[in-house]
């Protein structure tokens, strides 16, 4: 297979091909006529098993490893469970982080409905980010 037709065959782009060729993911031979890659049904496979395992959150080079032991006839698996349970353990400390700033950031917007748009005076540059967390502001802009 061509370039192109290994990505049709994969349901991607042929620069993701190319790409994951020059990465050493896929294994190409030359074709001593034209000098074009030519890919096999095992170049699929990989290219199958890489986009999946890039859904799944693993990187290139990890990918590139997991190739390379499942190429040496070494099971990936147990090194696979261990970058993924690592993986899942900080994306789970993304997303807490992404609450708590999705928090802060409605706290913020509602005490901003009630404070009036400020001018910079060379001692503020917004008062809105400047005294959003402060409990005074409220009291302070009532009075």
Not at 28 to 57: E, I, M, S
Not at 79 to 98: G, I, N, T, Y
Not at 104 to 126: E, N, V, Y
Request: glycine residues 4%; aromatic residues 6%; contains cysteine.
């Amino acid at each position: 297979m061509k370039v192109n037709e290994l990505a049709k065959a994969a349901g991607t782009s042929a620069d993701t091909v190319r790409y994951y060729a020059r990465e050493g993911l896929l294994n190409p031979a030359r074709d001593p006529v034209n000098n074009y890659q030519q890919f096999t049904a095992d170049d699929l496979r990989r290219l199958k098993f890489a986009r999946k395992a890039r859904q799944l959150g693993f990187s290139l080079p990890e990918i590139k490893t997991i190739l390379d032991q499942a190429d040496d006839h070494h099971s990936p698996c147990p090194m696979v469970r261990d970058v993924f349970e690592k993986r899942l353990h900080s994306v789970e400390q993304q997303v807490a982080e992404l609450l708590q700033l999705r928090d802060r950031m409605r706290s913020a917007l509602s005490a901003w409905q009630a404070m009036p748009d400020g001018t910079p005076d060379g001692h503020t540059i917004c008062q809105l980010i400047e005294h959003w967390d402060d409990p005074d502001s409220a009291s302070q802009q009532k009075e």
